[in-house]
Nanobody, 122 residues
Framework: QVQLVESGGGLVQAGGSLRLSCAAS????????MGWFRQAPGKERYFVAA????????YYADSVKGRATISRDNAKNTLYLQMDSLKPEDTAVYYC???????????????WGQGTQVTVSS
């Protein structure tokens, strides 16, 4: 089973930037597509971005397209999410997710991190 540990969350002003990281261990990192989800208080968990095992294919939710960049360093077993032009509505707990395949499908997520809080002040 893979273990996922997020970091990089915090408090930032609207218009600012943050880079989230997710350190993975326990299985061959490059063999698995990875993604980010977020959950605001009282709301469901929503998809944010995903990346294939090789890093060659990325996907973004419309709400973050143009403001977020997902990337991975397979040599370091680490997933990243760069968020720019942050808005108060980006405030949420951000979760790293791993799938059991090389290509992304939300239905294939089989492991979650513990989450990292991102708070954007207006």
């Amino acid at each position: 089973q893979v273990q996922l540990v997020e970091s990089g969350g915090g408090l930032v002003q609207a218009g600012g930037s943050l880079r989230l990281s997710c350190a993975a261990s326990g299985r061959t990192f490059s063999s698995h597509a990875m993604g980010w989800f977020r959950q605001a208080p009282g709301k469901e968990r929503y998809f944010v971005a995903a990346i294939s095992g090789s890093g060659g294919t990325t996907y973004y939710a419309d709400s973050v397209k143009g403001r977020a960049t997902i990337s991975r360093d397979n040599a370091k077993n680490t997933l990243y999410l760069q968020m720019d032009s942050l808005k108060p509505e980006d405030t949420a707990v951000y979760y790293c997710a791993a799938t059991y395949g090389r290509t992304w499908s939300s239905g294939n997520v089989d492991c979650w991190g513990q989450g990292t809080q991102v708070t954007v002040s207006s």
